[in-house]
């Protein structure tokens, strides 16, 4: 039995120009497509075919391993096919693994759906072709990670999305734009005609506010990014040069906020003040490692550090590794602890909405740290075609959280009048005074 690939699909007229340029050798591709656009089923069949032909190792990644499942794994074309039935056909599989998202054919090409919210543990892995989908949203160190891998391989990458903003994703495509080594098209629904402006109206007259209406079919980075709690904030700090170069002052502390991850990341913001304004000079985030690994890299950074270090509650957790509590493994380490206030998660980002505009960022040094801050969004709920008031926990998480605690720690000082002390006394420790 004979079985053609693509398996029962053709590529669309939009889709063609990008097809051609990969079928011609083409390396790397960006993609800003409008929703409906077809992005997964393009991007499936393409790696379909490039399984066929040439073997090797293929990853389909989304912004978290939970939507991956959800919209590829599971997910159901317009003709109510099974996605990966269709661009896989059962027929050329020698294995499928549900757990693991992952097929195998018979020429031993392997597939998998991954997140990039756990790339990392996809170590030994020699992936010769990756699809970002939805890339405006995914964790962009996933990139870092596989772009060497690819490099080394010859393999390609296609990224496709629609905007969210003028974030890393928006960089990307100017950067293609301008690079005769990549592809880059932008496509709105009056590029391509399958979206007539009646259904468009008829989204409108639904409740779609115009932002998210020219953000998912027009394809606009300059619209207002809904359901993200700071990118308006980071984008005015970006505006007035609060995002520049922010040089360690040796003669004033160096205050730290951490987010403590338990098989997950652990984000640190380092920052000093001058009694007005807030210095934030650094950000780091690890993952997988334990607590005295960071304490290492703290010393290693040689900053002059405040008597104590802010933690949230659950600082009194155990370590595996030792049985000992973190607090105590803190304290013994000669690191003072300092734990947050407990405030609601809502009060939290209230906090932080105040003292965004108080901060002067390191441009480099906080680099990831501003994008997670940037990016910190609400959950969507498909259902109610809105957002939830509730944050989605995925890698914009660990760096708001910590930066969460950094402004309420400082909020309990600031209402209890302790920074106007702190002015011009470089050895005040501001934090040192509250409970």
């Given at each position: ?22 079928e ?34 293929y ?41 693991e ?17 756990n ?40 990224f ?9 994703a ?29 259904t ?22 300059d ?15 970006e ?44 950000y ?5 490692v ?45 690191f ?13 980002i ?7 505009p108080?901060c ?39 760096g ?15 209402n ?20």
């Amino acid at each position: 039995m004979e079985i053609e690939i693509p398996n029962g699909w053709n590529p669309r007229p939009h889709q063609m120009k990008v097809w051609s340029y990969m079928e011609r050798g083409g390396k790397r591709a960006v993609c800003v497509w409008h929703r409906r656009a077809g992005k997964d089923s393009f991007s499936l069949n393409w790696t379909s075919k490039e399984m066929v032909e040439k073997g090797g190792v293929y990853w389909h990644m989304l912004p978290t391993g939970k939507q991956a499942r959800k919209v590829i794994w599971n997910g159901v074309d317009e003709n109510k096919r099974r996605m990966i039935d269709q661009a896989f056909p059962p027929e050329l599989r020698v294995r499928t693994n549900d757990q693991e998202m992952l097929i195998e054919l018979t020429n031993g090409a392997i597939w998998q759906c991954v997140g990039s919210d756990n790339y990392d543990a996809l170590v030994g892995a020699n992936p010769v072709g990756v699809i970002f989908s939805e890339y405006s949203l995914t964790d962009p160190s996933a990139w870092d990670f596989i772009r060497p891998i690819l490099a080394q391989n010859g393999g390609w990458a296609i990224f496709i999305f629609t905007p969210r903003g003028k974030n890393f994703a928006y960089d990307l495509y100017k950067m293609a734009k301008k690079n005769p080594k990549w592809f880059a098209e932008k496509l709105t629904v009056d590029d391509t005609g399958i979206i007539s402006e009646e259904t468009v109206n008829e989204e409108r007259q639904a409740g779609m506010d115009e932002d998210r209406v020219q953000q998912e079919f027009y394809c606009s980075f300059d619209a207002a990014v809904k359901g993200t709690y700071y990118s308006s904030l980071l984008q005015e700090a970006e505006n007035e040069g609060r995002i520049t170069d922010v040089p360690y002052l040796r003669d004033r502390p160096v205050y730290t906020a951490w987010d403590l991850g338990i098989g997950d990341a652990t984000g640190i913001w380092f920052w000093q003040t001058d009694g007005m304004r807030y210095h934030v000079i650094d950000y780091y985030e690890g993952n997988d490692v334990g607590l005295n690994t960071y304490l290492k890299i703290l010393r290693e950074k040689g900053y002059n550090y405040a008597s104590k270090h802010i933690f949230p509650h659950d600082i009194n957790v155990r370590e595996l590794s030792s049985g000992d509590s973190r607090k105590k493994i803190l304290e013994r380490s000669g690191f003072g602890v300092k734990v947050c206030p407990r405030e609601s998660v809502d009060e939290g980002i209230e906090a932080v909405r105040n003292i965004i505009p108080l901060c002067y960022f390191d441009k480099i040094k906080c680099d990831r740290g501003i994008k997670a801050l940037s990016e910190y969004h609400k959950i969507w709920n498909d259902k109610m075609k809105d957002y939830m008031p509730k944050p989605c926990h995925d890698w914009t998480s660990h760096g708001a959280d910590a930066f969460r605690y950094f402004a309420l720690a400082n909020k309990k000082v600031k209402n209890n009048g302790f920074l106007s002390r702190f002015t011009n006394r470089s050895s005040y420790d501001p934090l040192e005074e509250y409970e």
